[in-house]
């Protein structure tokens, strides 16, 4: 439940943040009120095109034979593991520069009255969420990586989106504890972690399928120390791919998971970095 909870937080923080800025900059001029209702009208297309993903996946799921199902969930969860490194890679990459972006193509929409572009760019930005949104919860549910009835998850998604406008709110007024800087640094740190107990949990499906040999299994044995079923040692097993008894292709895969990471990471940061200053200097 709480990384259900955990996803829609972030998510849906990342959503408003997109949806508030655009929001802010139309409410601030003249011309830009009248592309209000364009705005919450791309907001409802988003939301409808992530509601229809959701809706064709479980359509597909369920006419899938028990192995087919265990295919399909293998490869959500690497999907899953994917779309969160994109994603983190996207918002390290873009992050600076995401307000004026955003709002260099309002303006574009507006001068020329295109209030259709201008409701076809919110919906793929909030369509880009919610589908992210929809892809890390299944990939999850299907992995294994939560448990619970349906009521029991679904009231988690709702808490997580309560706590979105909380923290979206605090976001807002600023602050020395809690600023967008501080938020993006430490759920990356949460979400990348997350990605790799997703891979974790579909090589661990790939290997049952007999599709990815284990090498040796296992490299060690340390549930007398860690048990990955309960306690802390399921929580590193949920958040992080912990195994007590790991196969060695699977440790291998992750530790290259992490070196492939860090690499990207630092990739996109001296891009990021080397974009913002070409930016500054072409403003001043």
């Known amino acids: ?26 409410s601030a001029t003249p011309d830009g009120r009248k592309g209000l209702r364009w705005l919450w009208g791309g907001v409802a297309v988003g939301l409808a095109v992530a509601c229809a993903l959701a ?10 034979s028990d192995s087919g199902q265990e295919w ?15 994603m983190v890679l996207w918002m390290r990459a873009h992050g600076r520069t995401l307000k004026r972006e955003l709002e260099s193509g309002v303006t574009q929409q507006i001068r020329q009255s295109n209030w259709w572009g201008l409701l076809v760019l919110v919906a793929i930005a909030v369509a880009r969420e919610g589908s992210e949104t929809v892809v890390f919860l299944y990939g999850m549910i299907a992995s294994g990586e939560t448990t619970g009835k349906s009521w029991m998850l679904a009231l988690a998604g709702v808490i997580g989106f309560l706590l979105a406008l909380l923290t979206f709110w605090l976001l807002q007024l600023g602050g020395k504890i809690i600023t967008w800087r501080r938020f993006f640094k430490l759920t990356e740190a949460l979400l990348l972690l997350l990605a790799g107990a997703l891979l974790v949990n579909g090589l661990d499906r790939l ?12 490299v060690w044995d340390s549930a007398w120390l860690l048990d990955d079923s309960h306690g802390i040692g399921k929580i590193l097993a949920d958040f992080a791919g912990y195994r007590a008894y790991p196969a060695l292709s699977e440790l291998l895969i992750w ?30």
């Open 1 to 26: 439940m709480e990384q259900v909870a955990f996803i829609v937080w972030r998510e849906s923080v990342e959503a408003l943040l997109v949806v508030g800025i655009l929001y802010s900059w139309l």
């Open 255 to 284: 530790l290259a998971y992490w070196a492939v990471v860090w690499f990207l990471l630092h990739r996109a940061g001296t891009r990021a970095v080397r974009a913002s200053r070409t930016a500054a200097s072409a403003a001043s």
């Open 55 to 64: 809706l064709v996946l479980l359509g597909i799921s369920s006419w899938l």
């Open 207 to 218: 290997i049952s399928l007999d599709v990815l040999p284990a090498l040796m299994d296992p």
């Open 72 to 86: 399909f969930q293998a490869i959500m969860g690497l999907a899953a593991c994917v779309l969160v490194v994109q």
